[in-house]
């Protein structure tokens, strides 16, 4: 019976359209009349209190009408009626697993629906990911059904699924840290140090790269700078005095090792980190002598928070340099290991960043 409901629906013949969905670029006019329908009407006063985001979108799937929660999840842009449903999003949903979106809303075996993962990036604000569920809306007509359009309801995931994606790779910091000698308060500070340095270049023009989104991946990819060191023989890792020429070789493969863990994370800023914080800006660094924006923005700066650290902290070999010395250290590789930008954004934060290492600083060593 209800196979038959949905074989008379002629608008759905249209949907044809969709298979390219550049054409549907070419709107023509809005008709918003479809508003006024009874069933609308009722469906729309419900929805505009709803405290999830709901939009109502025509058979183009342009965008008739939005409730308020939609523009406080997604920002104001794109959100008006007029524009497409996917202008909001980076694109049109995946299709990885079951039904693409075109053949979803075609197809009767769906009840010509959707359900979805949309994801929304804005240089202003962290990106967004949300689950879509888009819903067929028909209204009765002289015992008529009249395909009227869709509805389309939200569901933020975005912080469930950086819980989920994060916690896998967390516990992988925690067993690489199980052989290395660093402290967690090392790692903790280099996440610190980063979060600070993209957080000023963030008001300076020459970097537009550096977004929320940019703070928010660097702090917690920076302490993953050496998870390869998971693949660092342990006698090499944790050898008293001078390294050979050759362990040094298998010392530096940490990077290459950590390239290929962190390639798995879902953001290029991963791998990046791992294979390019021993990177200097004259390209006399490892693996791949890169040299100057050859390197990553994201491990110039960890590059940099990471040595600065390494200076300050007591090892059994060495004693740690007090703030200062380490400051003029750093100053004095500008333009050889580290980028000049780089370090004049870390000499401005020096009083904040002397204050990082003191919070974070490590127990003394008992006897
Ligand atoms: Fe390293
Ligand atoms: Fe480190």
Redesign the pocket.
């Known amino acids: 019976m209800e196979e038959d409901f949905f074989a008379d629906l002629e608008p759905l013949e249209t949907l044809e359209e969709l298979e390219n969905l550049e054409e549907l670029q070419d709107y023509g006019d809005l008709d918003v009349t479809v508003l006024e329908d009874p069933f609308i009407a009722r469906l729309i006063s419900t929805l505009d209190r709803s405290s999830l985001p709901f939009l109502l979108i025509d058979t183009s799937l342009r965008i008739l009408w939005r409730n308020d929660a939609f523009p406080r999840m997604f920002g104001m842009e794109s959100c008006d009626a007029g524009n497409h449903l996917f202008d909001p999003f980076d694109g049109v949903p995946g299709s990885s697993s079951g039904p693409s979106f075109t053949e979803a809303i075609k197809s009767p075996e769906t009840g010509f629906s959707y359900r979805g993962r949309v994801q929304s990036s804005d240089p202003h604000r962290l990106t967004l990911q949300a689950n879509m569920l888009v819903s067929p809306l028909f209204s009765e007509e002289s015992g008529h059904k009249v395909h009227l359009g869709y509805s389309v309801c939200f569901d933020d995931v975005t912080e469930e699924n950086k819980n989920i994606l994060r916690g896998t790779f967390l516990s992988l910091l925690h067993a690489s840290q199980m052989k290395d000698n660093d402290t967690g308060k090392h790692i903790k500070r280099v996440g610190e140090y980063s979060r600070l340095m993209a957080k000023s270049l963030m008001e300076d023009p020459a970097f537009p790269e550096v977004t929320p989104e940019f703070i928010d991946n660097i702090t917690f990819l920076a302490p993953m700078?050496?998870v390869g060191k998971i693949g660092t023989p342990d006698d090499i890792l944790n050898k008293e005095g001078p390294l050979e020429p050759w362990e040094w070789d298998v010392m530096r493969e940490?990077?290459i090792n950590g390239a290929y863990i962190m390639a798995t994370y879902p953001h290029p800023m991963a791998k990046q980190i791992a294979l390019s914080?021993?990177e200097r800006w004259d390209g006399s660094g490892y693996p791949y002598n890169l040299s100057e924006e050859m390197i990553p923005l994201s491990a110039r700066i960890v590059a940099l928070a990471d040595v600065y650290d390494a200076l300050r902290m007591k090892r059994s070999y060495k004693e740690g340099f007090p703030h200062q010395k380490a400051m003029e250290i750093i100053q004095t590789s500008s333009e050889s290991h580290f980028d000049p930008a780089m370090v004049n954004c870390f000499v401005k934060l020096s009083g904040t960043i002397r204050e990082v290492y003191e919070l974070l600083k490590d127990e003394p060593e008992k006897d």
């Open positions: 700078h050496d940490h990077t914080h021993h």
